[in-house]
């Protein structure tokens, strides 16, 4: 397949906060916040400090190996993988990580977007840095309790939906009813070319692993285990061995409150907060429950449940069943820097924003602070939208808003000049003269010279917005066919990778749309990419 790609600016598209503009333009305001810039002359420093922390790698590989004797008759072969696991119980070898919640059938096309960045980041790395290894490693969010951010994904117009009443860590959902969703997809689908291979790698991922957490393993190992990626599902009591200092630590000093709250004081005098700590940061889990502690009247209570504990009940639970505790957002990130030898970390905007609030929870526990990096973020558009946007004639201002492109184009198409600036300038330079003749001559005309000023603005911009709406009913066709592309490629005005899933380009394309991916994508570009098929 052939691709055109086309790299811009992250603040160029409209579409990002001006955190992350600043913060890809090394703002000098957002240095306390980070440890590093994520740029290849800086790796090494990072990885001789990522060297001296204490990482129980024998744990970690143990885990892994494990967790990979769940995979169910894979197609694509578990070697790569396996093979990179055993690396990680070499101290030169260190992980890339990115991550995300187990969305229904991989959820929005980001979610395969970030896989891709830590995959070609690690490739990068390893050829910069030939005596190391370095394995990509992609962060099941499996304690997470959202179920309805993930149980859903928005496919040609419409949604398909998984209903369930379970409650708890959605990685421990059963996959009893996910057969039904299935067969509601298949409806859907009809019989376009390889809906059966994508049927059967669903009914393979969904109906044959027993929970969410080891079937979303199967799917993302299908799509990405020749490359060697590594899926880590850190809800395992061995992993959380190493946590219970922390989580000690928090329950008794609730000392990540205090930290955030403190870095996150000099993060809002310019930018959103994303995240707000709270007391204490951690949830008590079991299969059917993921609920808060909270600390009261010498109480250590479990939100919502009859569940207590005094401080020494509390501290000998902790040491029996260190899985029982799972870390917030707040405390996630540094749990997973604790049982990774981890050098980066590949996430959104927002994420790269809340990890800024948690460099002093970092500080605090002497835990290096990985590279934080923006995942590749793409605009896929395939061959009849290309020729669409180049008979419209907008390929280059396909990202404005969509009022603005009609605006746009209207302009670029009209026999008229529509934009009256020009008009506007010799009216201001007009008005500003009758305003010195009378501050010369008598002060009390000005009040009625400034009133003229703005009735006859306000009359040119009305003339101006009537023309423009004359030329969009000439140009009325063309109009609907700007809005229909702007519509096409940024459904519900957000962005492509924000809403659409991977089915219909896997459908157009195969495995050919991954592997188009890896070959254009470069995170360290630190660019959003456009890719037109030619």
Not at 163 to 185: H, N, P
Not at 423 to 429: D, G, I, Q, T
Not at 444 to 452: N, R, T
Request: proline share 4%.
């Amino acid at each position: 397949m052939l691709l055109k790609k086309h790299s811009i600016p992250f603040k160029e598209t409209g579409y990002f906060s001006s955190f992350i503009a600043d913060y890809l333009n090394k703002d000098p305001f957002l240095k306390p916040f980070y440890n590093r810039f994520p740029q290849l002359e800086e790796f090494e420093t990072q990885l001789q400090e990522k060297a001296k922390d204490p990482i129980n790698r024998e744990v970690l590989v143990e885990v892994l190996q494990e967790q990979y004797s769940q995979i169910q008759n894979p197609t694509v072969s578990i070697e790569a993988s396996l093979a990179n696991i055993q690396k990680l119980g070499n101290s030169n070898t260190y992980t890339v990580t990115t991550g995300h919640q187990l969305s229904l059938f991989t959820g929005p096309l980001y979610f395969i977007y970030k896989i891709v960045s830590a995959i070609n980041l690690a490739k990068t790395l390893k050829d910069k840095f030939g005596s190391y290894y370095f394995v990509p490693v992609f962060w099941m969010a499996s304690e997470d309790h959202d179920f309805e951010e993930v149980n859903h994904i928005n496919l040609f117009g419409g949604r398909v939906t998984w209903d369930s009443k379970q409650t708890g860590a959605v990685g421990r959902f059963s996959t009893e009813g996910l057969d039904k969703v299935i067969a509601e997809l298949k409806s859907v689908l009809g019989k376009q070319y390889r809906t059966d291979e994508l049927i059967d790698l669903l009914e393979r991922a969904y109906t044959k692993h027993n929970n969410y957490a080891d079937a979303t393993r199967y799917i993302v190992h299908e799509l990405f285990g020749a490359h060697g990626l590594v899926i880590i599902d850190a809800d395992a009591a061995q992993l959380k061995q190493a946590f219970i200092p922390v989580v000690k630590d928090e329950l008794f000093k609730q000392t990540s409150h205090a930290k955030v709250t403190e870095t996150t004081k000099g993060f809002i005098e310019r930018y959103k907060e994303q995240v707000s700590p709270r007391e204490i940061n951690l949830f008590y889990l079991t299969d059917e429950v993921r609920e808060r502690i909270v600390f009261e009247r010498d109480q250590y209570k479990v939100v919502g449940t009859s569940i207590s504990f005094t401080k020494e009940e509390l501290e000998k639970e902790i040491d029996s069943y260190p899985e029982r505790f799972s870390p917030n957002v707040i405390l996630r990130p540094l749990y997973q820097e604790m049982i990774l030898p981890n050098i980066a970390y590949i996430g959104g905007g927002a994420e790269v924003a809340y990890w800024c609030q948690l460099k002093g929870v970092f500080d605090y526990y002497k835990v290096p602070f990985p590279f934080i990096m923006a995942r590749d973020s793409v605009l896929w558009i395939n061959k009849s939208q290309g020729q669409k946007l180049e008979k419209l004639g907008i390929t280059d201002s396909i990202f404005l808003k969509e009022e603005e492109l009609v605006k746009h184009y209207v302009a670029n198409n009209s026999n008229e000049k529509l934009e009256f600036d020009e008009y506007h300038k010799m009216l201001e330079n007009m008005f500003s003269d009758m305003e010195k003749i009378a501050e010369r001559t008598d002060k009390s005309f000005i009040g009625a010279v400034k009133a003229q000023h703005t009735k006859q603005t306000k009359g040119l911009k009305n003339l101006e917005k009537r023309l423009l709406k004359a030329e969009k009913r000439r140009l009325g066709d063309e109009v609907e066919r700007v809005r229909a592309i702007k519509h096409e490629l940024f459904p519900n005005g957000s962005l492509q990778e924000r809403h659409d899933n991977l089915i219909p380009f896997y459908l157009e394309y195969g495995e050919e749309f991954i592997n188009s991916l890896l070959k254009n994508l470069n995170p360290l570009e630190l660019k959003f990419t456009v890719l037109t098929e030619e």
